[in-house]
Every structure is written in C-alpha cells, then in structure tokens.
T-cell receptor, first 115, second 110 residues
Framework: SQTIHQWPATLVQPVGSPLSLECTVEGTSNPNLYWYRQAAGRGLQLLFYSVGIGQISSEVPQNLSASRPQDRQFILSSKKLLLSDSGFYLC??????????????FGPGTRLLVL | AQSVTQLGSHVSVSEGALVLLRCNYSSSVPPYLFWYVQYPNQGLQLLLKYTTGATLVKGINGFEAEFKKSETSFHLTKPSAHMSDAAEYFCAVNNNDMRFGAGTRLTVKP
C-alpha cells in the first residue's frame, strides 16, 4: 500500500531564516505530487505541483520554491521566511491525470510558525 | 473553470442528529467529486468520491453523498452524528485540476 510522509511535523523559525520541508511517498512510482498551504481558519491553497522529476508548476507567486530531486521526493523551500508564511503545509500525491488515478492522498502535514 | 462552494463555514448539530453539509460545484464537463475530512493538526482523509455510475456514494464512518447533476450539488450526509465526527470537511471537484471548497467546520454537541 502507498504511504506519504512529511517532516518535520512542527517547525518554529525566525523571520528571514531559510526553510526546507520534505515529503516522500512510498509504494507507488511516478506520482503527481502537490504542496498545499492552509492559513489559520482558511481553506487549502495549492502552491506547487509536479508531474515528474525536475518538473515543477507554480500556482501562486511568492517567496517559496519547490523541487523534486527524486521520483518520490518533493521539497518545499524558502531562502527567507516571512511572517505570512506561517501555516499548515500539506503534501499530497495522486496517480496522475488518467481517469481513475485522480484521487489525491494527503500526508500528515507540517505546522510552520514564523516568529 | 471549475469551482466549489460549501454553504456554511460552521455547522453545529446535536449528537444523534442528522448531519448535512452542503456542496455545490460548477464544471463545464461531468466532474469527479470528493469529500475529505480533516481532524485537528492532521492531513486530509478521503471520505468518499464520485466518479461515474451510482449517484449515491457511501463512504467511511457512515457518511454518504448524492451527486445531483440537475442541482450541481454533492451534499454530504450522515443519519446520526457522533462526537467523533467533529472536524473540518472539504468538498472538492476534479476535472484535470483539483479545486477545494473553503471547508465546513462541524461541531457536535452532547
């Protein structure tokens, strides 16, 4: 069966510091991968998605970036965090765009607090 | 472009009462529809989904949803609420692009 991991679970960082959040998927190959953010009391905002190694699509321009160095690894980064980057970051995977593969499955999330 | 509207950001019911969470969508073609549940400080868990076939879909934890094309709705119901149902619920539509509603927070009163 497939599993998705995120770490760290919780992170407190000062403004201006760098960020690296990691997401890995097990039990599947060539998944689509997604990064979402949930600000407090708000819905999900799609940040990035990837359909393959090195292929990243950005949905929202901001000071965050994403990379996919391996098939089942997805990394969210920032060079300098802003207060507004605080939130709950969720990674998800799906089987692809083919019918029957569209369901997205989510990881446990990373709570980021920027002070 | 497709979109999802969840009516009511907060819904409160008594334990044992009917749960009804509303979701309306817009899509130019028949969509795939989903309901997810999120417990505090956790990721989203798939409750149920509609792709094709039977319009009444049964999911986990006693939830079900009915796809009504004429009303462009996909409301989530559960006959009898339990305290453990308290969570945030998200409706989503996928037509080559997953879009989530803003979420509905369900509170269950004893």
């Amino acid at each position: 069966s497939q599993t998705i991991h995120q770490w760290p679970a919780t992170l407190v960082q000062p403004v201006g510091s760098p960020l690296s959040l990691e997401c890995t998927v097990e039990g599947t190959s060539n998944p689509n991968l997604y990064w979402y953010r949930q600000a407090a009391g708000r819905g999900l905002q799609l940040l990035f998605y990837s359909v393959g190694i090195g292929q990243i699509s950005s949905e929202v321009p901001q000071n965050l970036s994403a990379s996919r160095p391996q098939d089942r690894q997805f990394i969210l980064s920032s060079k300098k965090l802003l207060l507004s980057d605080s939130g709950f970051y969720l990674c998800a995977w799906s089987g692809g765009w083919v019918a029957g593969q569209e369901t997205q499955y989510f990881g446990p999330g990373t709570r980021l607090l920027v002070l | 472009a497709q979109s999802v509207t969840q009516l009511g950001s907060h819904v409160s019911v008594s334990e044992g009462a009917l749960v009804l969470l509303r979701c309306n969508y817009s899509s130019s073609v028949p969509p795939y529809l989903f309901w997810y549940v999120q417990y505090p400080n956790q990721g989203l868990q798939l409750l149920l989904k509609y792709t094709t076939g039977a319009t009444l879909v049964k999911g986990i934890n006693g939830f079900e949803a009915e796809f009504k094309k004429s009303e462009t709705s996909f409301h989530l119901t559960k006959p009898s609420a339990h305290m453990s149902d308290a969570a945030e619920y998200f409706c989503a539509v996928n037509n080559n692009d997953m879009r989530f509603g803003a979420g509905t927070r369900l509170t269950v009163k004893p």
